[in-house]
């Protein structure tokens, strides 16, 4: 799932992976649960992460590499947020060269900047499993308490308007040009998001993977 950050990579990954029962693999995730625990390398990454800047490709392509070769069989799996960078694009590459499987589908979320924004600034994430919500669209049942799974909802340190200028810019620099590299390979869908995470949209992006259906029945 490639998009700027607050576009809904984090939302409509967690709903494919629901939706198609597949592992969900966040790189930001993955981050933030090794901030949580304050070891020497969740400090390493809080200086990248709180100033919005993008972690080194070694020390991403390392623990993503291990996340994917440990968390996933045969089956498939939902990428959200690896690579960002032509140098973890090609990576990943050799690595699923590797062990038999390819990128089937690579999904671009497009949303308008002036969305972004608003989004990024009033979302809310679980701590313990990553959904994110907000106070308009999203809520959760219980107000601070996630629904997936009973976490605890707060606020991601990085949303602040300073972050997510750079964020922004580490995206139109870096990231963004990997969507060419996939077009040329044919594997390219668009996505337009700037509304709701309402049924048709889900519907829309099902009908891009390919996927008439959901697997399992997901709430709206
Ligand atoms: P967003 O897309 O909203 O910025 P993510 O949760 O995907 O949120 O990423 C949060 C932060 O984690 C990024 O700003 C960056 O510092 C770091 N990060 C995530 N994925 C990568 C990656 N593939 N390469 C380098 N840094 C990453
Ligand atoms: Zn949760």
Same mark, same amino acid.
């Given at each position: 799932?490639?998009?700027?950050?607050?576009?809904?990579?984090?939302?409509? $990954?967690?709903?494919? $992976?629901?939706?198609?029962?597949?592992?969900?693999?966040?790189?930001? !995730? &993955?981050?933030?649960?090794?901030?949580?625990?304050?070891? %020497?390398?969740?400090?390493? &990454?809080?200086?990248?992460?709180?100033? +919005?800047? /993008?972690? %080194?490709?070694?020390?991403?392509? =390392?623990? &993503?590499?291990?996340?994917?070769?440990?968390?996933? +069989?045969?089956?498939?799996?939902? @990428?959200?947020?690896?690579?960002?960078?032509?140098?973890?694009?090609?990576?990943?590459?050799? @690595?699923? /060269?590797? $062990?038999?499987?390819?990128?089937?589908?690579?999904?671009?979320?497009?949303?308008?900047?002036?969305?972004?924004?608003? =989004?990024?600034? $009033?979302?809310?994430?679980?701590? +313990?499993?990553?959904? %994110?919500?907000?106070?308009?669209?999203?809520?959760?049942?219980?107000?601070?308490?996630?629904?997936?799974?009973?976490?605890?909802?707060?606020?991601?340190?990085? !949303?602040?308007?300073?972050? /997510?200028?750079?964020?922004?810019?580490?995206?139109?620099?870096?990231?963004?040009? @990997?969507? !060419?590299?996939?077009?040329?390979?044919?594997?390219?869908?668009?996505? %337009?998001?700037?509304?709701?995470?309402?049924?048709?949209?889900?519907?829309? /992006?099902?009908?891009?993977?390919?996927?008439?259906?959901?697997?399992?029945?997901?709430? !709206?």
């Amino acid at each position: 799932m490639l998009g700027a950050p607050g576009s809904g990579k984090g939302t409509w $990954s967690k709903f494919l $992976s629901d939706a198609l029962g597949l592992p969900h693999i966040s790189s930001g !995730d &993955l981050f933030r649960r090794e901030l949580a625990k304050d070891s %020497p390398l969740g400090h390493q &990454l809080r200086s990248y992460l709180d100033e +919005g800047k /993008l972690v %080194p490709d070694d020390l991403t392509i =390392r623990l &993503l590499g291990q996340e994917i070769i440990e968390g996933t +069989g045969q089956q498939g799996f939902i @990428l959200d947020g690896f690579p960002r960078t032509m140098a973890q694009a090609d990576a990943l590459d050799a @690595l699923l /060269l590797d $062990s038999g499987q390819a990128i089937d589908r690579v999904v671009e979320i497009q949303v308008s900047e002036q969305v972004i924004i608003g =989004r990024a600034l $009033s979302r809310f994430v679980c701590e +313990g499993c990553g959904q %994110p919500y907000n106070t308009t669209t999203m809520k959760p049942q219980v107000e601070g308490i996630c629904d997936r799974c009973g976490g605890r909802i707060v606020r991601r340190s990085d !949303d602040n308007e300073q972050t /997510l200028k750079q964020r922004l810019k580490a995206y139109r620099e870096k990231t963004a040009p @990997l969507t !060419d590299y996939y077009q040329r390979q044919g594997k390219l869908a668009v996505f %337009p998001n700037d509304g709701p995470p309402d049924r048709k949209a889900q519907q829309e /992006l099902l009908e891009l993977l390919g996927q008439a259906e959901p697997v399992n029945e997901v709430a !709206d």
